[in-house]
């Protein structure tokens, strides 16, 4: 009998932790308020779901063999949350930030988890430590699938919703651009402790 409360606790650490996507949801959610984010949302579970069902297929093992790969893809993932954080300071205030961007698409967000070094460390440790063998190849992926999206789609919610709580108090020009100079400061450290 499997035991899910382990790789359910640590799915919920995981998710509900700052990172790559958590900033970019909370930014997301001051900008463009919770709806506009929702796609974003759906983005990364879906995104995340597809890594984590390729890991469990073998995929983390193509890493152990050519270690490069995940080198590139970090330092590529790196690059997009510099450029990101470059792209934030551009908006100042609400008008400039809804007339000259918008919100991460649903498909963006899908492929970016590829880019995650977060998700990969996610995916891997969960298909290293709590991939249930005995349940066979596709109950295996459905049940690591079906927990971690159960576990991670409320917790990057909660981001979303914390970004889009402060929309009233960033209404300040002065505000707003101190809110995205340290959601562009907090992407691009992320970026630089990818590399590192």
Not at 44 to 63: K, T
Not at 68 to 85: D, F, N
Not at 138 to 164: D, E, Q, T
Request: hydrophobic share 55%.
């Amino acid at each position: 009998m499997v035991d899910p409360l382990p790789f359910a606790t640590y799915s919920f650490v995981m998710s509900i932790t700052p990172g790559p996507n958590n900033v970019m949801l909370t930014a997301s959610g001051a900008t463009f308020g919770f709806r506009r984010t929702i796609p974003h949302i759906l983005g990364i579970s879906v995104g995340f779901g597809a890594e984590l069902l390729a890991v469990c297929a073998g995929l983390g093992a193509m890493f152990n063999h050519w270690p490069y790969v995940q080198t590139v893809l970090r330092w590529v993932g790196a690059a997009y949350l510099i450029y990101l954080g470059i792209k934030m300071l551009g908006g100042s205030g609400p008008a400039n930030s809804r007339s000259s961007s918008r919100p991460v698409t649903f498909f963006e967000a899908a492929v970016f988890q590829f880019l995650n070094p977060k998700a990969w460390v996610m995916t891997i440790t969960a298909a290293t430590m709590f991939l249930p063998h005995e349940l066979g190849v596709l109950a295996a992926g459905a049940y690591m699938l079906f927990i971690m999206v159960v576990m991670n789609m409320p917790c990057i919610a909660v981001w979303a919703l914390f970004g889009s709580s402060l929309r009233r108090f960033l209404e300040r020009p002065a505000t707003r651009l101190g809110f995205n100079a340290a959601m562009a400061v907090a992407l691009a450290a992320t970026g630089v402790i990818m590399v590192m």
